[in-house]
């Protein structure tokens, strides 16, 4: 089977940083995603890692270790607008779809 | 251009009817996925379609569940004799191809609720 983990909630304030872990256990495995989700909204894209290391999409970046079945989702400079879901998934086999984590909620104060 | 739209937004029904919920892929999207999320989870797989074929449906929790995608576009996920159970968001993706570094477009969901 395929699982991820991930923590259920996170809490930070505004201008700071977080960082959202991911540990994997998949039979197979074709990189780890990121997905965000708004109350109420759809789950939109953030980032995907392929290989190991970190990936930076503007304040948002993305790290995987295939070594460790492990990654992270590193939020810089936290705003009001980045509560929400954020989702890691993961694609085991091929010809499979992707698995998503439970997902963690992110709150963000002033 | 257009995302991915899913009809109805929104669905009430007795348990034991049957129900259809459609979704229109972004056009030119091959692969078609089928998720259900229920509160303070992620989206559970159901079904996903490479063309007009189910590549995997793995995720279909029982014979009650079906889907079709006839012509590559549109597809149509169908349960029968529903149960208080599949209350939830049905969600549909889209992607451009099925590759895993493809990214998944969802549609808002149908909310469907059993009584």
């Known amino acids: 089977g395929q699982s991820l983990e991930q923590p259920s909630e996170v809490t930070a304030v505004e201008g700071a940083i977080v960082q959202i872990n991911c540990t994997y256990q998949?039979?197979?495995?074709?990189?780890l995603s990121w997905y965000q989700q708004h109350d109420g909204g759809a789950p939109t894209f953030l980032s995907y890692?392929?290989?190991?290391g970190l990936e930076e999409t503007g304040r948002f970046s993305s790290f995987l270790s295939r070594s460790d079945s492990y990654g992270y989702l590193l939020l810089q400079e936290l705003q009001m607008k980045d509560s929400a879901s954020y989702f890691c998934?993961?694609?085991?086999?091929?010809?499979?779809?992707?698995?998503f984590g439970k997902g963690t909620t992110l709150s963000v104060s002033s | 251009g257009a995302g991915v739209s899913q009809t109805p937004s929104n669905k009430v029904t007795e348990k034991g009817k049957y129900v259809e919920l459609r979704c229109d892929p972004i056009?030119?999207?091959?692969?078609l996925y089928w998720y259900r999320q229920s509160l303070g989870q992620g989206p559970e797989f159901l079904i996903y379609?490479?063309?007009?074929?189910?590549?995997?449906d793995s995720g279909l929790p029982n014979d009650r569940f079906f889907a079709v995608r006839p012509e590559g576009s549109v597809s149509t996920l169908k349960i029968q004799r529903t149960e208080r159970g599949d209350s939830a968001v049905y969600l549909c993706?889209?992607?451009?191809?099925?590759?895993?570094?493809?990214?998944?477009?969802f549609g808002n969901g149908t909310r469907l609720t059993v009584t």
């Open positions: 993706a889209s992607s451009l191809t099925d590759r895993e570094n493809s990214p998944l477009h």
């Open positions: 998949t039979s197979g495995f074709y990189g």
């Open positions: 379609f490479q063309g007009t074929g189910a590549a995997d």
């Open positions: 890692n392929g290989l190991d």
């Open positions: 998934a993961a694609k085991g086999q091929a010809g499979t779809a992707l698995i």
């Open positions: 056009s030119g999207h091959t692969a």
